[in-house]
């Protein structure tokens, strides 16, 4: 069989969406669709494809396990943190007497609801305590 130099004519279904970002990849690229299209076909169809997949792969393994260690880390911190002013709180707050001890439960409960409330907006919307130190480590370089 000999090897035609001339390029063959194909005409394939595409679902539309995958026809927009052919279309828009094209025109971003100044190339024909045509061209565009056999060149995917051709690193689809490469020997080597498998081997591109897989480095693709491992690279956002790699990128998930750096996060992942930092996630581990930064969950360490604030264990240890919570652990410390547990430990700190504990060794400096005096017991109270019976009869101030009971007000102090009921005022307790009305704090921590207020807490517990403030908590849930801030989660919902507000700005991550990270960002906020970020920004006043900022503040404070200018």
Do not use: C
């Not at 009869?99 to 908590?119: D, I, M, N, Q, S």
């Amino acid at each position: 069989m000999t090897k035609s130099t001339r390029k063959q004519r194909l005409s394939v279904y595409l679902d539309p969406a995958v026809m927009n970002r052919l279309v828009d990849h094209a025109a971003r690229r100044d190339q024909s669709r045509s061209l565009i299209a056999e060149a995917a076909i051709e690193s689809f169809l490469s020997p080597d494809a498998a081997e591109r997949q897989e480095a693709a792969i491992t690279k956002r393994l790699d990128q998930f396990d750096r996060r992942m260690t930092r996630l581990e880390r930064d969950l360490g911190i604030s264990v240890e943190m919570f652990a410390v002013f547990v430990r700190f709180w504990l060794a400096t707050t005096p017991a109270l007497p019976e009869p101030v001890a009971k007000a102090a439960h009921a005022k307790a409960a009305e704090r921590y609801g207020a807490f517990v409330t403030a908590l849930g907006r801030r989660l919902a919307k507000g700005p991550k305590l990270r960002q906020e130190i970020a920004e006043d480590v900022l503040a404070q370089e200018e």
